[in-house]
């Protein structure tokens, strides 16, 4: 908002890499160097930012839900984004609240379970399991961390440390936090398995993280209000939901707090 986003980097030839900090970045032949300037000296070429990653494919453009296209699977989730199809970008689906397919020309990849919880992102062709949030954020929380930082730098509350902020509440190692800002500037969250053939247990799991991290920032929990990084958050919205049938869709836990809520009036109205 008040400073302009880094979209390159200079490196000075005749700088001593060994003096500058740590920042990983990963070639194209997949090797890893502690940062770029190493990377430049090498005259390598850059495959994405962040250390060289495993269990996912290193070759072969995607279209990430964010509508970017990335030169494979791997620098897509060093971007912390989930992979939509393969192949570059190509169509822009409908934002939807329901976990059904948006693009008929596109390939989707086979779901692990097609009864599981999930969601089509907005703007995405194809729908994936997982637990899954909107986020709002107040812009005014934004320009206070900036006042307490002295404008110094908007690392420490970019998108990609919110993230990194949601994905150290996540408490399964099998979990990853991947997102992105959405069309409408809310910030789409989904929580995935990170295994290539995870379990109905496994896939649980990531739900009930998503759910977790929803209830810390609708109650301000500590947790989240005393990371700057995760500060501007002020409401969360759970999203996931079964797959599209012809029949109205219903997320069965917000169906029961309806139901709470509306005993508990009861009783207070007896009262």
């Not at 740590?22 to 962040?50: E, F, I, M, S, T």
């Not at 194809?126 to 307490?148: E, F, N, T, W």
């Not at 990853?176 to 053939?197: A, C, H, K, L, M």
């Amino acid at each position: 908002m008040h400073k302009p986003c880094k979209q390159f980097e200079c490196i000075n030839g005749s700088t001593e890499c060994s003096s500058l900090p740590k920042d990983p970045v990963c070639d194209a032949n997949k090797k890893q160097y502690d940062n770029a300037c190493l990377l430049a000296h090498h005259n390598a070429k850059l495959a994405y930012r962040g250390p060289c990653l495993k269990r996912c494919r290193e070759n072969g453009q995607v279209c990430g839900i964010n509508g970017r296209t990335y030169t494979s699977e791997c620098a897509a989730h060093a971007d912390m984004i989930s992979v939509d199809y393969n192949g570059p970008c190509s169509s822009i689906g409908l934002i939807t609240n329901t976990k059904s397919r948006q693009c008929s020309n596109v390939k989707c990849h086979e779901l692990p379970d097609e009864s599981c919880l999930g969601i089509t992102p907005p703007g995405a062709c194809c729908p994936l399991c997982g637990g899954s949030l909107r986020l709002l954020y107040s812009r005014k929380q934004i320009d206070r961390a900036l006042y307490a930082l002295q404008n110094r730098g908007t690392d420490s509350i970019n998108l990609r440390s919110l993230l990194k902020g949601l994905e150290r509440q996540v408490q399964i190692a099998q979990c990853t936090v991947r997102g992105y800002v959405t069309v409408e500037t809310d910030i789409f969250v989904v929580i995935q398995s990170n295994e290539g053939y995870p379990s109905s247990l496994q896939l649980e799991a990531c739900i009930r993280e998503a759910e977790k991290i929803a209830g810390l920032v609708n109650m301000k929990s500590p947790r989240i209000v005393s990371e700057v990084s995760l500060s501007s958050l002020t409401l969360a919205t759970v999203v996931h939901t079964h797959i599209a049938t012809s029949s109205t869709h219903i997320y069965i836990p917000n169906l029961m707090l309806t139901i709470l809520a509306a005993t508990f009036q009861y009783i207070w109205f007896l009262r």
